[in-house]
């Protein structure tokens, strides 16, 4: 069965700490990644796509291990408004297989 | 900025009914999606739909769910014989293309099975 693994956390960070998030899957022929993330009881948001050369947007930086098939999310200078579940995603053909999701609580 | 849109936001059946649950996507899109999200776990794949008819189905859309595009702009999931586990968030997505090309997400309906 094909799956995308995370750390479920949660992870507990003050204020403008710097945190990584990891993603393993086990599709070696997945094709595109993504990083969405979640508030409480809403919809999914695209935070930003996966590229194979890393890819930074802001205080967040996305990288992508194919060999290791392996994503990482890096986020720094954390804000409280960060607080939201990660969601690491992965597709392959059509489908978009999605982790259960990192819980990030960023605290004053 | 473009969105996409479902309603009901919440809707309240008693099992063994019908629902339908519907959805307006961005209208230059042309990839259609359902997802799934049982409270507490994650968002799991349902259908994805193109050109009219489905492209790709998970195990967990089996025959009691179909799905349709009756006019230009809406896109419905329906699930016939509703059971207490059918309890769950239900996500439409759209996207203007596959592979990189990003999904984006309606805000979900609600669905309780009484």
């Known amino acids: 069965r094909k799956e995308v693994e995370q750390d479920p956390g949660p992870f507990n960070v003050p204020e403008g700490a710097t945190v990584a998030f990891n993603c393993t899957y086990s599709?070696?022929?997945?094709?595109?990644f993504f990083w969405y993330r979640q508030d409480c009881r809403k919809e999914p948001k695209l935070l930003m796509s996966?590229?194979?050369s890393g890819n930074e947007d802001g205080r967040f930086t996305a990288q992508l291990n194919r060999a290791s098939q392996y994503i990482s999310l890096l986020i720094r200078d954390s804000k409280l408004s960060d607080s939201a579940t990660y969601l690491c995603?992965?597709?392959?053909?059509?489908?978009?297989?999605f982790g259960a999701g990192t819980r990030l609580t960023v605290k004053p | 900025e473009p969105e996409v849109t479902q309603t009901p936001s919440h809707q309240v059946t008693q099992m063994g009914q019908e629902v339908i649950l519907r959805c307006v996507p961005i209208?230059?899109?042309?990839?259609f999606y359902w997802y799934r999200q049982i409270l507490g776990q994650k968002v799991e794949f349902l259908v994805s739909?193109?050109?009219?008819?489905?492209s790709e189905k998970s195990e967990i859309f089996d025959d009691q769910f179909s799905v349709e595009r009756p006019d230009g702009s809406n896109f419905t999931l329906k699930i016939r014989s509703t059971k207490l586990e059918d309890s769950a968030m239900y996500f439409c997505?759209?996207?203007w293309g596959t592979g990189n090309q990003p999904q984006h997400f309606g805000d979900g309906t609600r669905l309780s099975i009484l």
């Open positions: 997505a759209s996207s």
């Open positions: 599709n070696s022929a997945s094709q595109s």
């Open positions: 996966v590229y194979s």
């Open positions: 995603v992965v597709m392959d053909n059509n489908d978009m297989r």
């Open positions: 209208s230059n899109h042309l990839y």
């Open positions: 739909f193109y050109n009219n008819e489905i």
